[in-house]
C-alpha cells in the first residue's frame, strides 16, 4: 500500500470507528486525524473542578475532559533533516478542534503556505471562555512530552520516517497565549522554536514572548488590533534593544519580504476583526511563509 492509499484508509477508519474525525471533513491537499493523546491539555488538574467566568460554571465533564488533537498532514510532506516540522496552533475562546478548522480555514492555508510541516491542534478548553491550557501551558517540559507523542504516534502509523521533533512554529490567536506562552515558558522545547506568531494574542505572558523572542535567531511576529494595542505596545518595549531591532508596519504595507525579517515585527490593522485577522486575507498562509520552515 503507498502513503496516499494508507493516508486514505487510516482517515476512513477512523470515522468508521465512530471517531471524533467523522465529524471533520477532509480538505484537499492532505489528511486530517483526529487522535486522543494522553499527553493532551485536557483532562488537567487545574480544572478538575470546571472553571467559573461572569458567573458562570463551565464543568469540566464538558468543557475539560476532551483530550482529541487535530493533526493535519499535507500531501507530500516528509521529515526535514531527519525531523518532523510542526506548526502548533492554540485556539481562543469559546472553540474547539472542529469550529477552529472551519472558521479559519487553517488546512487549506497551511496547504496555499506550501510549509513542509504538520498542522497540530490541541483540544483545549472546549467551548469555554478560557485561555488556560492545562498540560501544555501548565506542566513542566509538557509540551517536549506532547511533541515527542505526535511525533511518535505519526512514525507508528506510516505518516513519518522520523519520530524526532524539529522545527516547531508557534501560533496563537486571541485567548490562544495561554498555551503558546505556558509552553514558551516551561514546555521544554524553545530550542525548537523558531518562530512565533501571535493573532491579537498579547494579553498574558508578555515576560514570557519577549524573553524567546530576543534569542538569537527567534522570529517574533504579532499581528493586532486595538483590542491588545497596549499587550503589543508593552511587548515592543520589552524586546527593544540598544540598536533598533523591531519593526511596526500598518496592515496595508505588509510583504512577504517585510515579515520574513527575523527581527520581531508588530503589525496593526484598523479594518480587520478580531476574529477575521487569520482568515479573511489569507494572513495565516501568508505568515507561515515567514518563518524558518521549509517549502514542501
Known amino acids: 500500500m503507498n502513503r496516499a492509499d494508507f493516508l486514505a484508509t487510516t482517515a476512513a477508519a477512523l470515522a468508521a470507528a465512530g471517531s471524533p474525525a467523522a465529524s471533520v471533513s477532509q480538505v484537499a491537499g492532505g489528511k486530517t486525524f483526529i487522535v486522543p493523546f494522553a499527553s493532551a491539555p485536557y483532562p488537567h488538574a487545574s480544572r478538575a473542578n470546571g472553571h467559573m467566568y461572569d458567573k458562570t460554571l463551565y464543568d469540566a465533564a464538558t468543557h475539560y475532559s476532551n483530550s482529541n488533537v487535530g493533526i493535519f498532514v499535507p500531501d507530500g510532506f516528509h521529515p526535514q533533516d531527519g525531523a518532523i516540522d510542526a506548526v502548533v496552533h492554540f485556539y481562543g475562546w469559546k472553540?474547539?478542534?472542529?469550529?477552529?478548522?472551519?472558521t479559519y480555514r487553517l488546512r487549506e492555508q497551511m496547504v496555499a503556505s506550501k510549509r513542509n510541516a504538520v498542522l497540530i491542534v490541541p483540544e483545549g478548553p472546549t467551548n469555554a471562555p478560557d485561555s488556560g491550557d492545562g498540560k501544555l501551558e501548565l506542566d513542566e517540559n509538557g509540551?517536549?512530552?506532547?511533541?515527542?507523542?505526535?511525533?511518535?504516534?505519526?512514525?507508528?502509523?506510516?505518516?513519518?520516517?522520523?519520530?524526532?521533533?524539529?522545527?516547531?512554529?508557534?501560533?496563537?490567536?486571541?485567548?490562544?497565549?495561554?498555551?503558546?506562552?505556558?509552553?514558551?515558558?516551561?514546555?521544554g522545547m524553545n530550542a525548537n522554536v523558531t518562530d512565533v506568531i501571535l493573532f491579537d494574542s498579547a494579553y498574558g505572558y508578555l515576560d514570557e514572548f519577549a524573553a524567546w523572542a530576543r534569542g538569537d535567531g527567534k522570529h517574533f511576529l504579532s499581528v493586532f488590533t486595538s483590542d491588545t494595542e497596549n499587550g503589543n505596545v508593552a511587548l515592543m518595549g520589552l524586546i527593544q534593544g540598544a540598536q533598533p531591532n523591531i519593526y511596526v508596519w500598518l496592515a496595508k504595507d505588509i510583504t512577504l519580504e517585510r515579515l520574513k525579517t527575523r527581527n520581531a515585527t508588530f503589525v496593526l490593522t484598523n479594518d480587520v476583526a478580531h476574529d477575521e485577522l487569520l482568515q479573511k486575507y489569507d494572513w495565516y498562509s501568508l505568515f507561515l511563509q515567514s518563518t524558518a520552515l521549509a517549502q514542501r
Open 143 to 187: 509540551f517536549a512530552r506532547f511533541m515527542n507523542d505526535v511525533c511518535t504516534w505519526m512514525q507508528k502509523n506510516g505518516l513519518s520516517s522520523s519520530a524526532k521533533p524539529g522545527k516547531i512554529v508557534l501560533t496563537a490567536h486571541s485567548g490562544g497565549y495561554g498555551g503558546a506562552g505556558g509552553a514558551i515558558k516551561r514546555g
Open 95 to 102: 472553540h474547539d478542534i472542529k469550529a477552529t478548522y472551519d
